[in-house]
Each structure stands twice: as structure tokens, then as C-alpha cells.
């Protein structure tokens, strides 16, 4: 099938579509915005409602003192038509504020005085029924007289002199139609006021969003800048916001990390080169002798059988390696069993009791432990061990391999020998891999450094630890910690 075919063909699922997460600038901003323009709007809501209500009981409140000012009036001077005349046509004409009609009634309902064309504007029937002051606070209406008319309307009967012995109805209308065109003028000022504060709004977030994402922006361009060769640059947490110092610890964190491992890697690299450049030019010298004359087959058969022995040497080397790789994988795991740590020990013991009758070293095993672990790599770590107290240890030495099991359930197995010891400073990189501190074991040893480090990396599967102490002079120990098990 081609790839266009692959392409087109209706049976296989649609890819999804991808998904643009919004920025995290353009949340703020919108948050902020948002926030700031639900906050505009309830203030200018509230202050326009407010101004309404202001208004109505300002209007209500002028109603109710004219009736009070009528009524005094009538009490005071019995109805007397002049003095209600100055204060119906002059002073509610000298009012250009607030405009209002004022008409006077005997108890009969005929008009007795009132506001000049009151009664074109506002007939008698227009007005609710009278209320009798002495009853009830008399209710303020409001009602659209006409097409484009709004009035406050305010009927009730008040008593005539002092003695109450005469009715009048009192009709008092206040026009409310310039509320309409105050509250419109106050709208489109509020409008005003909202549009501009939304526009500042809008700017002063693009701005605090710009600040304040200012540091994740030199974080970003930090870590543009981390190559393998730059990688001393930290970042000062003490710089930082609150909630920026711990991304900045960690980021600085992460450095140290990438440092160390960039570092071990050139390490290794150069020990890899090292150790295989002698092998390589051992067989290579080897070759050039060998291709220099012909030579007898005798000779040609030691050519080969020494070329037999750096390849193995190659070969350990590779199988060193490759061992400790996987077990580097930290989902790496292994099958737990019983483990009898003297049985094992003296099966290594007999393995290289020849070779320690050879140099006339004496290999001794102590006590006896119980512990959980793959029995194969149990004995390889003891047989890496013992391998290398025998390289390191002179003839007529001693080589002591003692096992425990202490009070909370763990065990210990210890190699202690009678050798040349390692110097204090070398003796923290002793499990490093190729690590050859002691320069007598360039000299002795064909080994290429790694029998340390699988031991560590044994004890890691076995979620153990491998530790080392030495006196110059007077020999090494070795201490493997296995955690406490399960036997059973």
C-alpha cells in the first residue's frame, strides 16, 4: 500500500486535533480584565441605581413638605385666598429646578384656586382619591399624564383653621420628566467612565502580565542557553518572587545534575579510551610483528595464544560493562532466594584456592549468615572481592572472608586482607568504574578497573551498599550490607 494510500483510506482513525493551550500571559490578562470590567460595571451599576433612587426620594420628599407647607397655611389662615395665592402661583413658578402644580378644593370638590393651566395639564379626575391626613400618610403615585408626561401626584383632605371646622382637597403634582434626561446625562457620563476605565484596564494588564512574566521569560532564555559545554551558569533564588524561588532552586538543581552526569560521562569516555587503547596496541604490535617475516608456526601459535589473551581481556571488559549498564536501569530487578552465605563463600574459596596456594596466600572463612538475594551475583561480588585481595596481596599474606547476620535482620560480608592498602584520598573512588589509583596494579593486574564497580552495582540490585576502609601498609576491608529479608 502506498503512502498516499495509507493516507486516504476512510478505515483508519482520524488523527485528533492538536490542542492550543492558551498561553499563561493570556490567562492573566484576561483574568485581570475580566476581574477589573465585572468591577467597573457592578460600581457603575450601583452608582446609577443609587443616583435613581437619590432622585425619586428627593422628589417625594419636595411632595410631601409643599403638603406640609399647604397645610400650615390653611390652619394658620383659614383658607385666606391670598396667602394661598402667593404661595401656589409665585413661589411654584420661581422654581426652575423642579416644577410642580399645586390646586386648592372646598369639601365639594369646586376648584378653588390653583396653578396657572393646572387644570389643562392635570384635570381633577387625573388625581387618585383624597386621603384624610388624620388617617393615613397619604400615598405619592407617579403617572404618565400625556405622551411625554410624568408627574408626582398627592391628593388629600386638610382641615381649615385651628379648630378643624371646614375640608379643603389639596392637589399636589410635581413634574418628574427632567429625571429622564438627568439619569440619561448620568448614564452616558457613567459610559464614559467605564469605556475609558476598561481601556486602562487593558493596558495596565498588558503590562503587570509583561512584568510579572518577566522572570519565567529569563528563566526560559537560561535554559536556551544550557549546551554540554555551558553549564556553570546558575540561577540566584534570592532574585526571584516567592513562588518563582523554588523553580529556580530546582533549576539550579537540575545543573548540578546534568554537571555531574556530563562530567561522568567524559570520565568514562576517557577511561573506555584508555582501557581499550592498551589492548588494541598490544594486538596491533602483535600483527606488525607477526606480518614483519614469516616466521615458524611455533612462533605464529605464541603470537596467536598471546592475541587469545588480550581478546579475553576485551571480552571481560565489554561483559563488565555491559553488566553494569543494565544494572544502572533503575527498573531493573532480580529474583530473591535463600541465600547460606558460608556455603557460597567456600564454593568461591575452593575456586581460587589454587591460585591462592600459587602466591602463598592464606584464605580463611569466618561465621556463617542467612540473607535473601540472586545466589549467581551473591557470588560473583564475593568472588570480584576475593580476586582482587589476591592481586593486591603479597605472598605468605592472609585473606579473611567473615559473614553475619546482626540484631535487626541484615548481613555483612567481609573481605579482609593483609596487602599494600589503599591511600586515604584514593579510597572514596575505589568502586568508580576503571579506577586504577595504586600504580603496582598497572603493573600486576590485567584487569581493567571494573570489579569494584559491578560489586557496587550488585549491591544496588540488592538494595544494599558496599563500603571501604584501609590502612596503607597493613591491608583493605570490605564491607558488604545486605538489607534485612525474608527468609522464609
Known amino acids: 500500500m502506498s503512502l498516499m494510500a495509507t ?27 475580566g476581574a477589573t470590567a465585572v468591577l467597573l460595571l457592578v460600581a457603575a451599576g450601583y452608582l446609577y441605581v443609587g443616583a435613581q433612587r437619590s432622585l425619586a426620594r428627593t422628589d417625594r420628599a419636595l411632595v410631601a413638605g409643599k403638603l406640609r407647607v399647604m397645610q400650615g397655611l390653611l390652619q394658620e389662615n383659614h383658607g385666606q385666598a391670598g396667602v394661598l395665592e402667593n404661595e401656589i402661583e409665585h413661589e411654584a413658578s420661581a422654581n426652575e429646578l423642579f416644577r410642580y402644580y ?13 396653578t396657572t393651566d393646572m387644570s389643562s395639564l392635570l384635570p381633577v379626575l387625573s388625581f387618585p382619591e383624597p386621603v384624610r391626613l388624620t388617617m393615613a400618610e397619604p400615598p405619592i403615585i407617579e403617572r404618565k399624564v400625556g405622551e411625554d408626561r410624568t408627574y408626582l401626584l398627592l ?21 418628574v420628566g427632567h429625571n429622564s434626561a438627568v439619569l440619561a446625562r448620568y448614564r452616558w457620563r457613567l459610559l464614559a467612565v467605564l469605556g475609558f476605565g476598561l481601556v486602562f484596564a ?34 540566584n533564588p534570592d532574585q526571584w518572587p516567592s513562588e518563582l524561588r523554588e ?5 539550579d538543581a537540575m545543573r548540578d545534575r546534568l554537571q555531574k552526569s556530563f562530567d561522568r560521562l567524559r570520565e568514562f569516555s576517557a577511561d573506555i579510551a584508555h582501557a581499550l587503547r592498551n589492548p588494541i596496541n598490544n594486538l596491533r604490535g602483535e600483527a606488525e610483528v607477526a606480518l614483519a617475516q614469516k616466521r615458524s608456526p611455533a612462533e605464529y601459535q605464541q603470537i596467536l595464544g598471546s ?9 571481560r571488559m565489554i561483559d563488565g560493562l555491559l553488566f553494569i549498564a543494565r544494572t544502572d536501569d533503575p527498573n531493573a530487578t532480580i529474583e530473591h532466594s535463600v541465600i547460606l552465605a558460608r556455603r557460597e563463600i567456600e564454593a568461591v574459596r575452593e575456586f581460587y584456592e589454587a591460585l591462592a596456594g600459587e602466591k602463598e596466600i592464606a584464605v580463611v572463612c569466618e561465621g556463617a549468615a542467612k540473607l535473601t538475594g540472586d545466589p549467581m551475583l551473591f557470588r560473583r561480588a564475593v568472588s ?20 553475619r547476620n546482626t540484631a535487626d535482620g541484615s548481613a555483612e560480608i567481609q573481605v579482609r586482607d593483609t596487602g599494600s592498602g589503599i591511600p586515604a584520598e ?36 540488592h538494595k544494599g551498599r558496599a563500603e571501604a576502609s584501609s590502612e596503607p601498609g597493613h591491608g583493605t576491608t570490605i564491607v558488604l550490607h545486605f538489607p534485612p529479608g525474608n527468609p522464609n
Do not use: C
Not at 379648630?163 to 389639596?170: E, F, S
Not at 523553580?247 to 533549576?251: C, S
Not at 570480584?384 to 567473615?402: D, S
Not at 568504574?433 to 552495582?457: H, M, P, W
Open 7 to 33: 493516507e486516504l483510506d476512510p478505515r483508519l482513525p482520524l488523527p485528533e486535533p492538536i490542542r492550543h493551550l492558551w498561553s499563561i500571559a493570556r490567562r492573566l490578562f484576561l483574568l485581570y480584565f
Open 247 to 251: 523553580l529556580a532552586v530546582a533549576f
Open 202 to 235: 487593558a493596558a495596565v494588564g498588558l503590562m503587570v502580565t509583561r512584568a510579572g512574566l518577566q522572570p519565567l521569560r529569563a528563566i526560559a532564555q537560561a535554559t536556551q542557553r544550557i549546551t554540554a559545554n555551558n553549564l556553570t551558569e546558575r540561577l
Open 426 to 461: 584514593q579510597l572514596p573512588r575505589i568502586f568508580d568504574r576503571f579506577f586504577q589509583g595504586n600504580k603496582s596494579r598497572d603493573q600486576t593486574s590485567q584487569g581493567a578497573g571494573l570489579g569494584l564497580a559491578i560489586v557496587r552495582s550488585i549491591m544496588r540490585l
Open 155 to 175: 391628593a388629600a383632605e386638610v382641615e381649615v383653621g385651628t379648630a378643624g371646622q371646614d375640608q379643603r382637597i389639596l392637589h399636589i403634582a410635581l413634574d
Open 384 to 403: 570480584n572481592l576475593l580476586a582482587n585481595a589476591l592481586k593486591h596481596t603479597p605472598p605468605a599474606g592472609r585473606v579473611v572472608i567473615a559473614a
Open 307 to 315: 592475541s587469545l589473551e588480550e581478546y579475553e581481556r576485551l571480552a
Open 102 to 114: 399645586m390646586r386648592v378644593l372646598d369639601s365639594r370638590g369646586r376648584v378653588l384656586i390653583e
